[in-house]
């Protein structure tokens, strides 16, 4: 989910992570949430930068003292897991991709479609099984071998079911990502592949006429 307010509209991503920063503070007000995260990236960022944040655009709103600060508004809590945030929480953090640079996870735009629960994690003795559920209403977008962005991750699904699909990661994923910290019952962010929405939408219109 892109946050609202954007001044140069949307930014795109990659889904490759570039760091992890640490919520430091949670602050309510209203029906809004700010966060202060502390991270490498903190210090040399600017105001009104977008930087996905396990998968979520958000617009950078303040820098002090190496920590950045985002904000999310009530659409972006109901559709990701970031209410769920508190201090302590490590997330994954990725600026936006540059214009003529290298692509090398898929396009993604930081829009989170969608929760999705970890099912059970097997340690496979050299890289790690994920399966997830997802709900089964945006089954036409997961399709086997497709890619799919969880918590920002750029990843590849498999053993796709009608509700639910498996990832394989390797050692520097797991290394250099929160997903280490992922176990059975947590609750992700989801982005589903752009160009598989762009054909679904074609297909629900022709189907209309």
């Given amino acids: ?25 949670k602050v309510s007000n ?35 003292n190496g920590l950045h600060c985002v904000t999310a508004v009530s659409e972006t809590l109901q559709k990701t897991c970031l209410g769920a945030w508190e ?12 214009l003529g640079g290298r692509l090398d996870g898929h396009l993604v735009q930081g829009h989170v479609d ?19 559920s997802f709900p089964a209403n945006f089954a036409a977008l997961v399709i086997e071998k497709g890619s799919i962005c969880i918590n920002g991750i750029s990843l590849t699904a498999f053993q796709v079911g009608k509700d639910s699909f498996s990832v394989a990661i390797i ?8 997903i280490n910290h992922v176990i059975a019952g947590n609750i992700v962010n989801l982005e589903f592949d752009m160009l598989g929405k762009y054909i679904l939408r074609r297909e629900v219109l022709a189907n209309k006429q």
Wanted: include cysteine; hydrophobic fraction near 40%.
């Fill in 87 to 98: 201090p302590g929480k490590r997330i994954n953090l990725e600026r936006a991709m540059v």
């Fill in 30 to 64: 209203g029906t809004n949430i700010s966060f202060w995260i502390s991270s490498p990236l903190s210090a040399a960022l600017k105001v009104d930068q977008s930087l996905a944040h396990d998968g979520v655009c958000l617009t950078v709103e303040a820098i002090d």
């Fill in 1 to 25: 989910m892109a946050e609202l307010g954007q001044k140069y509209g949307p930014s795109m991503f990659t889904g490759i992570i570039e760091c992890m920063g640490l919520v430091e503070k």
């Fill in 114 to 132: 969608a929760t999705g629960t970890c099912l059970s994690v097997q340690n496979q003795q050299g890289s790690w099984l994920y399966r997830f």
């Fill in 171 to 178: 050692p520097f994923t797991y290394e250099h990502t929160n």
